[in-house]
Nanobody, 122 residues
């Protein structure tokens, strides 16, 4: 079965950086678009970033454009989220997700990781 395991979360000061990783198994990784989502306490889950299976197409949520970068290494079955210039409002649980098609990744991911906590202090 598909498994997604996130790592790299933690506590960082505002203005700092973190890199999240998501290791995938149980799928032909390069066939699947991958995405990152986040959910802050009391808020709905929010799309953060997505990358196509070949890595050529990337999309970002408005709140992270210019600060976050999504990338993938198909040889390692891993997707990354580089987060720079972090803000207090970036505090959330970050989830890795995937879907069978690029067109549904943003709104209807089919598989989810367990999440990793990112806390940004002021």
């Amino acid at each position: 079965q598909v498994q997604l395991v996130e790592s790299g979360g933690g506590l960082v000061q505002a203005g700092g950086s973190l890199r999240l990783s998501c290791a995938a198994s149980g799928l032909t990784f390069s066939f699947y678009p991958m995405g990152w989502f986040r959910q802050a306490p009391g808020k709905e889950r929010e799309f953060v970033a997505g990358v196509s299976g070949d890595g050529l197409n990337r999309i970002y949520g408005e709140s992270v454009k210019g600060r976050f970068t999504i990338s993938r290494d198909n040889a390692k079955n891993t997707v990354y989220l580089q987060m720079n210039s972090l803000k207090v409002e970036d505090t959330a649980v970050y989830f890795c997700a995937t879907a069978t098609r690029w067109s549904v990744l943003k709104n209807r991911p089919e598989y989810w990781g367990q999440g990793t906590q990112v806390t940004v202090s002021s």
